[in-house]
């Protein structure tokens, strides 16, 4: 079946520092990607997705590129700011609309 | 849009009383997804319905769950009889077939 791992956490960073969060992925077909994030006592929220290979999403400074080759979907930041502390969690969707998520990286920004 | 609805937020409740979590997705989307929440287990699969057809149930975690959409607009998961390790907080989600949107949550506490 498919499955998603990403990196395990916790990430601790300093504000401004470069965010790098590892995701590779296992499925059949062509799946969508997506990255979510969840803030404290709350539900988890898209992030930014892409649907086929080499497509870029990006939102708010998080880019993720999808690769078809070594099937991974990184998430990257330039510049972190303390208000991006929350969990991620990357994530594909199959053609029968379920979607399997990875287990979550808890990232911590320190000012 | 409202986004997708849940209620109630919170619910406490004595072990071996039945509880009722109820959804209300977003209008036109046509899969419905219920979710648990936990530190040990992370976010687990449920159940998931397509156009009010339940799909696969095969996350449900034994019979005392059980969960019901009777028109597009409304869902339950119902938990009978309830029990400590029950405790978690549980996500509604909704979606056309791509990216998820998550309710905010029900925090269930059971004595």
């Known amino acids: 079946g498919d499955s998603v791992t990403q990196m395990e956490g916790p990430v601790t960073l300093s504000e401004e520092a470069f965010l790098t969060i590892n995701c590779t992925y296992t499925a059949t077909g062509y799946p969508s990607l997506f990255w979510y994030v969840q803030y404290p006592g709350e539900g988890l929220q898209l992030l930014l997705k892409?649907?086929?290979?080499?497509d870029k999403g990006s939102n708010k400074g998080f880019e993720a590129t999808y690769r078809k080759e070594t099937t991974s979907f990184h998430l990257e930041k330039g510049s972190v700011q303390v208000s991006d502390s929350a969990v991620y969690f990357c994530?594909?969707?199959?053609?029968?609309?379920?979607?399997?998520f990875g287990d979550g990286t808890t990232l911590t920004v320190k000012p | 849009d409202a986004g997708v609805i849940q209620s109630p937020r919170h619910e406490v409740t004595e072990m071996g009383q039945e509880v009722t979590l109820r959804c209300k997705p977003i209008s036109g989307h046509d899969y419905l997804f219920w979710y648990r929440q936990t530190m040990m287990r992370g976010l687990e699969l449920l159940i998931y319905f397509n156009n009010n057809v339940p799909i696969d149930d095969s996350g449900m975690p034994e019979d005392r769950f059980s969960a019901k959409m009777p028109n597009a607009s409304f869902s339950t998961l119902k938990i009978q009889p309830s029990e400590p390790r029950d405790s978690a907080v549980y996500f509604c989600a909704s979606s056309q077939g791509g990216p998820q949107y998550f309710g905010p949550g029900t925090r269930l506490t059971v004595l």
């Open positions: 892409a649907t086929k290979a080499d």
């Open positions: 994530a594909l969707s199959d053609n029968a609309g379920k979607s399997t």
